[in-house]
Structure formats: C-alpha cells, structure tokens
C-alpha cells in the first residue's frame, strides 16, 4: 500500500506507541479485515526486544474484537525507532526499503506474511508496517533459536527461486523496479558510504571478536583457521590496535557532532 492510497485524513503512526486499540480498528476496516461496524475493543502488546529492530521501534499486538470475526487476532507493528542509532537518512532509506518489500508480487520475492498497513509519508517523517504475526503459523526463529542446517537446507530451492526471479537484475525493467525500490548493488558507493557513516569501526573491532579463541562470544574456528588470514579488515603497515582506536575516534566525533 502505497502513501497514495492512504486515506488523507488519517495520519501515519509517529511510533509504535500511537498504535492503539483505535487506530488497529481503522486500519483493519481499511484492509477489509474486520466489517465497518466492529472494531477493536483491546489489545495486549508485547515488546520483542533491541535486537529484533536496530532502525525501528516493534511490538506485537494481540487484538480483542467487538463482534465475532474469522479475522486474525495476533499481528506486529513497525514504526520509527525511540532510539536512533544511525543518521536519519539511513534509517527513512532502510524503512522505505522494508515498506517497499512488502508490496513486490508473490511470485518475486520470498513469502513474507500478509500487511494490513505498509505506507510512508516521507515529508512527515512517518512510517509504519503492521503484519500478521508469522508466529501463529510458524517458528520465529530468533537469535536464541538458530537455524540448523537442516533448516538452512530446506531454504536453499526458495532462495534459488528467488535469485533466479531476479537473475539479470543490473539492467533492463528488473534494475527500474528495484532503482524505484532504492536498492543498488552491495557495494556501491552509496551502501559503502552508509557503511562507513555508521560503523566506522565495525569491521577492525568483528576482526578483533572473531579472533579470540577462547571466547564464548566464538563457537568455532577463529578467523585464521577457517580461512587462512587473520581478518578481512587487513592492516599491516599500521600496528595492532590502530584501526580499532581510529574507528572509536571517528565514531565519538560522529556522536558529539549528533549531540550539537
């Protein structure tokens, strides 16, 4: 759904706090989920935690109806982050992305669950997703809960199937859609320059994390192990450290400018 086809006189959430028994009411009647004469009378909401949303704020909602309905009751809402971790351009730009993702065709894209509200206003700042919640149907597989490699194997023919929707995706109408989407190839400079806006140090301090042996933060090989070098960030004409420590600086300087 796009900010187009959004009635004008009904505002998009400025977080996931304004997502309320009411405004779940009009959103379902807008969707067709639920008749114009029922609504939501309450709802319990469960937060899923920081890890589930770095550039968005998230909660799941269980809806309680007026009159009796075959619509869902369980569904999970998205909206601008509390807490901003990178810069207000990045985050609008991945939001946007999500949104956009949600309106790809079935057949071109991974199964994603049914959107009852997936707009943007741009100008206003506001953006918001509101899902069925997967969970009902499915496992949620969370960071606690991993993938195994017999699930990971069961992936495989869908994401073939998905690569091969896409396969000559650099140019042609396939490139137009996902130009009009926003997204590039993973190494463009502008992926590249986001990168580096927001982590500067990222990839010296994983190096860092990946080599320690002995850490429970490793449940494997380290680095030079599994793939014969010490780190993909390689730095050998400065000493140990000095990408790490350079990184932090640029980063508190990122942060008290952010500050000002």
């Not at 006189?9 to 639920?34: N, Q, W």
């Not at 009159?67 to 998205?78: E, G, N, Q, S, W």
Request: charged residues 25%; hydrophobic residues 45%; proline residues 6%.
């Amino acid at each position: 759904m796009s900010r187009s086809s959004w009635p004008d006189d009904f505002a998009l959430p400025r977080g996931v706090d304004e997502i309320d028994a009411a405004y779940m009411t009009k959103v379902l009647r807008h969707s067709g989920a639920i008749a114009a004469t029922n609504e939501v009378v309450s709802q319990e909401e469960q937060g899923v935690g920081m890890t589930a949303g770095y550039f968005s704020s998230i909660k799941k909602v269980r809806c309680t109806y007026r009159l009796p309905t075959d619509a869902p009751t369980a569904f999970v809402a998205k909206a601008w982050p509390a807490l901003e971790i990178a810069p207000k351009e990045s985050i609008a730009a991945m939001f946007i992305k999500d949104i956009k993702g949600y309106q790809i065709t079935a057949g071109k894209f991974y199964p994603r669950p049914k959107t009852h509200l997936a707009a943007f206003d741009e100008a206003a700042g506001r953006y918001a997703l509101i899902m069925e919640d997967a969970s009902v149907y499915a496992e949620h597989k969370v960071h606690e809960r991993e993938l195994s490699f017999d699930e990971v194997m069961r992936l495989i023919p869908g994401l073939v199937d998905v690569a091969l929707a896409w396969e000559g995706a650099d140019a042609g109408a396939k490139a137009e859609e996902l130009a009009a989407c926003g997204v590039r190839l993973w190494a463009s400079p502008e992926n590249i320059g986001a990168l580096k806006a927001g982590m500067p140090g990222g990839a010296a301090l994983l190096d860092l994390i990946c080599g320690m042996a002995h850490s429970s933060l490793v449940s494997g090989p380290i680095w030079r192990e599994r793939i014969g070098v010490s780190d993909f960030c390689p730095h050998a004409h400065h000493p140990p450290g000095w990408v790490l420590r350079q990184g932090a600086s640029r980063e508190r300087r990122h942060l008290h400018a952010r500050a000002r």
